[in-house]
């Protein structure tokens, strides 16, 4: 989906090395999600930032965290990355307004540490 | 947690045929159901939805069933296609929670 980028697409890093994955949007939403996705399951939610000022933790927040730098800006951090955080990373948008509060996805990220 | 789930992890059809994938959940709280197709290196796309007060949604050349006092849902896909070839989840929302739980997938391999 084009309203929603992320960067980089894929990403090779190291044991202990910080990451920062980016996800941009211009649907205008409010509110914004980080998943990581592993073979088998299902997505997992790992922060959700409902405004500028809100940030919450998701299920699997621990080694991760994120800075919503703007209302279309929310960008995810791997402080010092481990082999069991390869995984494809996925960014989401909704809108409050919307009855249903409908996730819609960027293409994702796929990081491997070695 | 709530668990949602998919029978069949992979489904195989030929062209032309229709499809039904099916999804459980646990949560009988539930009020709110997405389908979500996800093909090869992208990212999940939104197929169609439904509300619990819905027992049946259609779309185009799909149709989403759901049965409440099983709790099951299932996605049918008429006619299916070389490009409806992907794997397909469903996703539940609680919403006073305000949080979407998803299930792991189901791959579908359409045959020419």
């Known amino acids: 989906d084009a309203d929603v980028t992320q960067t980089p697409r894929n990403r090779i890093t190291k044991t202990g090395k910080r990451i920062m994955l980016e996800c941009s949007q211009t649907?205008?939403?409010?509110?914004m999600y980080w998943y990581r996705q592993d073979p088998g399951l299902g997505l997992q939610l790992i922060y959700y930032s409902f405004d500028v000022k809100d940030i919450n933790k998701g299920e699997i927040s621990d080694g991760y965290s994120v800075s919503r730098q703007a209302q279309a800006k929310f960008s995810l951090s791997l402080e010092s990355a481990i082999p069991n955080q390869t995984a494809l990373y996925f960014c989401a948008t909704s809108d409050s307004r919307d009855t249903e509060d409908t996730q819609y996805f960027g293409p994702g990220t796929r990081l491997t540490v070695l | 947690g709530e668990s949602v789930g998919l029978h069949l992890p992979t489904l195989s059809v030929q062209e032309g045929d229709n499809s039904i994938i099916n999804c459980a959940y646990s949560?009988?709280?539930?009020?709110?159901f997405i389908w979500y197709k996800q093909e090869s290196g992208k990212g999940p796309q939104f197929i169609i939805d439904?509300?619990?007060?819905?027992d049946k949604r259609q779309g185009q050349r799909v149709t989403v069933l759901l049965n409440k006092t099983v709790k099951h849902l299932s996605l049918q896909i008429a006619a299916t296609q070389p490009g409806d070839s992907a794997v397909y989840f469903c996703a539940e929302n609680i919403r006073n929670f305000n949080k979407f739980y998803f299930g792991s997938g189901t791959k579908l391999n359409v045959k020419p």
């Open positions: 439904i509300r619990s007060n819905m």
């Open positions: 649907k205008g939403h409010d509110r």
């Open positions: 949560n009988s709280a539930s009020d709110y």
